[in-house]
């Protein structure tokens, strides 16, 4: 199995928002050459030339540290709002209009590829099983139809990330995995292919099975599913972002050996492993910068020790 270990840009957001600075720090002080670009660091429907002038300084970056971005990814802004979910049409039309943004800027930053989660129910649709029934086939076609659209743009693959909660979409194994494949039935071969991007904290759902609140069980069961991986350490509660460091180690159950080999028992060929450690803004800079070093450092050890 091929491993890449990579990391998300949203550690830098608000800290660290020059191309410059954090392009030459993942390279420099970090010791990799693959990220992955947060749509918090630039919203995609700013201003068309501002948009255009920020791509150009973050591939001018790229090209001079050696960095490859390799793909771009919903940040926490955009997933605040209910996207392709919400309940009223000029809000699902929005959030196709807010992929159709993205897309567009992808390209311009010579990624081939995106992702994130596509939107949440609210509370009372949720509540409601025929109007939520029909919300959620209407969120299934929207995304067959980006799919295809994903492709004038270039764009190979859209992760789809599952949350853990159920109003974002399926909490189980074989939903995630029926949803998977009918929106790539309906999208078809004219489409950009939707696949998986797993969290190691994202297996926590109170409506999910008991044993399938294991990262682990998604990790084997639908790895071969899943190109890029998030990596995070988690007590198995919550979504938490903890960093990989001596503390949080010892208190989570993420642990990059068992991470490995439920990919490796997946039949998972290729694997992008992708650092995505959140702090709170009002945490120290230099604490932040020193958890997310430690965190790389941990990963770079386990696929050091096992010969990836």
């Not at 091929?2 to 550690?11: A, D, E, Q, Y």
């Not at 191309?19 to 700013?46: H, N, T, Y």
């Not at 709002?81 to 311009?108: Q, S, V």
Request: glycine residues 8%; contains cysteine.
């Amino acid at each position: 199995m091929k491993v890449t270990l990579g990391i998300s840009t949203g550690f830098t957001v608000k800290r660290w928002p020059d191309p410059e600075d954090w392009v030459k720090m993942v390279k420099s002080q970090l010791g990799l050459d693959l990220i992955q670009f947060s749509f918090d660091q630039f919203d995609p429907r700013a201003n068309a030339d501002l948009v255009g002038t920020y791509c150009q300084r973050v591939k001018k970056a790229c090209l001079k540290y050696d960095v490859t971005l390799h793909s771009t990814f919903t940040g926490l802004a955009i997933y605040s709002h209910n996207l392709l979910y919400h309940p009223l049409l000029e809000g699902r039309l929005d959030g196709l209009d807010w992929f159709g943004r993205a897309f567009a800027m992808t390209r311009d930053l010579g990624a081939a590829f995106t992702g994130g989660p596509f939107g949440g129910l609210d509370v009372p649709t949720f509540a409601q099983e025929a109007r939520r029934r029909y919300l959620e086939e209407w969120a299934g076609e929207a995304m067959a139809h980006l799919l295809k659209t994903a492709r004038h743009y270039g764009i190979k693959e859209f992760y789809w990330e599952p949350t853990p909660v159920r109003r974002e979409g399926p909490v189980t194994i074989a939903e995630t995995r029926q949803c998977l494949e009918r929106i790539n039935h309906l999208a078809g071969e004219d489409g950009a292919r939707l696949a998986l991007c797993l969290d190691t904290g994202h297996a926590t759902s109170p409506l999910a099975p008991p044993e399938e609140r294991d990262p682990y069980l998604w990790l084997e069961k639908l790895g071969q599913a899943a190109p890029i991986i998030h990596l995070q350490q988690s007590d198995g509660k919550l979504d938490r972002h903890w960093p990989f460091t001596p503390e949080y180690n010892a208190r989570g159950i993420i642990h990059a050996d068992r991470v490995l080999d439920c990919l490796e028992k997946s039949g998972s060929q290729e694997a992008v492993l992708l650092v995505e450690v959140g702090h709170p803004f009002e945490e120290e800079d230099a604490k932040v910068m020193e958890e997310i070093t430690r965190s790389v450092e941990y990963w770079q050890e386990a696929l050091t020790r096992r010969g990836i």
